[in-house]
């Protein structure tokens, strides 16, 4: 009997340490060797944990493609940094091989982010603490030889602390901001941020909308210096490189600067370009002019009125589903008989414009049309209703 229970003792010994020693062995690596495949079902983490990458698809955006991201693990909201524009469904896996780094799918490769021209088993890529991405060619005793490809140099639209905006005057590099479509889908959108003659830029498909004005004293002209009093900015201008970048206090949970799909330029909840509210002719905040249409005058505003049943169809339509709401506002705006005007498709995507709103029936439904409306300049003793005078467009 005795030697029996010793022997259970031993195997429950053996169990307990063999249970101690299960999650080292599953511990999630940040880099992909020479022929390691990341599959749609797996992830890679940075050292410390800050960062994951990882295949995403359709139930988080709008869409039924797979993404390859890079999303912050720490913070109040889960963010994404870097999102791959491969945009099938059916994707097998990241691959790094023979020196390439390629989206495999099923029918062979989707999206090639880089790839040597002498193949090579000496490449590594490994996801940063900085949320860098970093595809290298490494020395046999494991040292950086030269870095081939990197997710900071093909920003989304979001910018953290070691990201560059501006220009690498050697390679032709540039690193600017692109808004998303919309709010979930993460495909190139309106707005892009760049950094250009010493400014922050913003500008809807090449027109400027916003400049932060010149940086003195670590603040800009038309930012508020609450907003970026917490931060140390790094510009870089010699015959390299014109460059903008900022470092942040807080080094455990670094600030994110995001360019939205309405041109809003955020830092957490707390706007620092409001992109949304420049319509041309003012320049509040750092908004810019630009050409009016002749029959817009200057004053008039975009409101949302989210009560109305909008009955029968619109009085024109574009379904092109690369057109964003603020694609959308800028067409009505432009056009002289547009009154009213929201998105078209399911996904938020083409647009629907009114040149009456006599249709619109007011209600307190909750899944009525969100409709925008332009209004004319409101009058000195009218403060901000003008559903009369709207036929005067
Ligand atoms: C948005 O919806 C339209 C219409 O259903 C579709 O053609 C388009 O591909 C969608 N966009 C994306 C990015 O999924
Ligand atoms: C996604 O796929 C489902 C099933 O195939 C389809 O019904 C749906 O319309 C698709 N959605 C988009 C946005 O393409
Ligand atoms: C995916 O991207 C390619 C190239 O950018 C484009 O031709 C194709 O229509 C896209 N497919 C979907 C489903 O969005
Ligand atoms: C890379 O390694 C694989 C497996 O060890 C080998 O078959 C292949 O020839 C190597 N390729 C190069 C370019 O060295
Ligand atoms: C690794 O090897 C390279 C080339 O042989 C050498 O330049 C480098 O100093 C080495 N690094 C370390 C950490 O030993
Ligand atoms: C900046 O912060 C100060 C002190 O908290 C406050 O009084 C001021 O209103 C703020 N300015 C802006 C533009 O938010
Ligand atoms: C505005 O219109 C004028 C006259 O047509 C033109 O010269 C100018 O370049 C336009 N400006 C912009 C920003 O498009
Ligand atoms: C509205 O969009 C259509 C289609 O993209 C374009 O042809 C037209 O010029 C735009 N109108 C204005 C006034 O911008
Ligand atoms: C929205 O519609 C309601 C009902 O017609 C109206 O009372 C209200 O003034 C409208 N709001 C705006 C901002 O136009």
Known sequence: MATNVQLLKFLFLLLFFSSLWTPHAQQVPDTLKPGDMLTSSSRLVSSEGRFTLTFTSSSLFESNCTFLVISSTSGPSKTYLWISGANDSNVLGLENKAGALIIMGQAGNLMTLYSSTQPTNNTVATLLDSGNFIFQEVYSNGSTKRVLWQSFDNP????????????????GQTWSLRSWLTRDLPIPGPFSLEWEGSQLVIRRRQVVY?????????????????????????????????????????????????????????????SMARTDECYGYNIDGGCQKWNLSVCRQPGYTVELNRSYLVNGDASYTIPDPNLGMIDCKANCSASCSCVAYTTLLGNWTGCRFWTTISNFTPTDMENSDQVYILSPKPSQTETGKFTSSLRML
Do not use: A, C
């Open 210 to 270: 916003w400049k932060s004005g010149v940086l003195r004293e670590n603040q800009f002209e038309n930012i508020s210096p609450n907003l970026t009093s917490m931060y140390h900015f790094n510009i870089v201008s010699n015959d390299d490189e014109e460059s903008f970048s900022f470092d942040s206090e807080n080094q455990i949970q670094p600030s994110q600067w995001t360019l939205t799909d309405m041109g809003r330029l955020h830092e957490g909840q707390k």
């Open 156 to 171: 989304g639209n979001t910018l953290v602390p070691g990201m560059k905006l501006g220009i690498n005057h050697k390679t």
